[in-house]
T-cell receptor
């Protein structure tokens, strides 16, 4: 079974600074996708960024970028120029073939990020 | 707004009762997923439907059941409720169930069992 680990339960960053959230995962699959989801106080789950395992190039979406290290099974999220609206829980998620032959999202426990004015 | 709707937003009920949560997927999406988010278990996949058929099961209790109707909306039925069932229940939808199809999440239903 795949597992996703987020080792930082809470983090804080000053507004306009850069912060990196860590995620590691365990899988025996070679073909999979990785995601970062954001959950603000409104509780809505919002997709921030996705990475296909077969792509060597790291994904970027505006101020959000990832550092994907396939061999190390590491998938960190970098947020540049942090804004107050970035305050949220961030979940790392893995999508790959499970034991039952279907593709599901497996989530980490989350990192609570606070952006300080 | 993801285009996925869930009703009700909040639900308060007593132990032993039965409730039904409803989800309407985004227009054009054929696959529906249910997730449970609780403080101790985190976000867990419960069950998936694709075009009316059950596709995959996760950590879903026997007291819970779901179905997807011909109009593609889905319902999650929770029975013999216990205090530990208090959680946020999300529905998500995607075009298809394969690898890489993005799942769009609804706003969730907050269930409180007293």
């Amino acid at each position: 079974a795949q597992t996703v680990t987020q080792s930082q339960p809470e983090m804080s960053v000053q507004e306009a600074e850069t912060v990196t959230l860590s995620c590691t995962y365990d899988t025996s699959e070679n073909n999979y996708y990785l995601f970062w989801y954001k959950q603000p106080p409104s509780r809505q789950m919002i997709l921030v960024i996705r990475q296909e395992a077969y792509k060597q190039q790291n994904a970027t979406e505006n101020r959000f970028s990832v550092n994907f290290q396939k061999a190390a099974k590491s998938f960190s999220l970098k947020i540049s120029d942090s804004q107050l609206g970035d305050t949220a829980m961030y979940f790392c998620a893995f999508m790959g073939l499970d034991g039952a032959g279907s593709y599901q999202l497996t989530f980490g426990k989350g990192t609570k990020l606070s952006v300080i004015p | 707004d993801s285009g996925v709707t869930q009703t009700p937003k909040h639900l308060i009920t007593a132990t032993g009762q039965r409730v039904t949560l409803r989800c309407s997927p985004r227009s054009g999406d054929l696959s529906v997923y249910w997730y449970q988010q609780s403080l101790d278990q985190g976000l867990q996949f419960l069950i998936q439907y694709y075009n009316g058929e059950e596709r995959a099961k996760g950590n879903i209790l026997e007291r819970f059941s779901a179905q997807q109707f011909p109009d593609l909306h889905s319902e999650l039925n929770l029975s013999s409720l216990e205090l530990g069932d208090s959680a946020l229940y999300f529905c998500a939808s995607s075009v298809a169930p394969g690898l890489g199809y993005e799942q769009y999440f609804g706003p969730g239903t907050r269930l409180t069992v007293t």
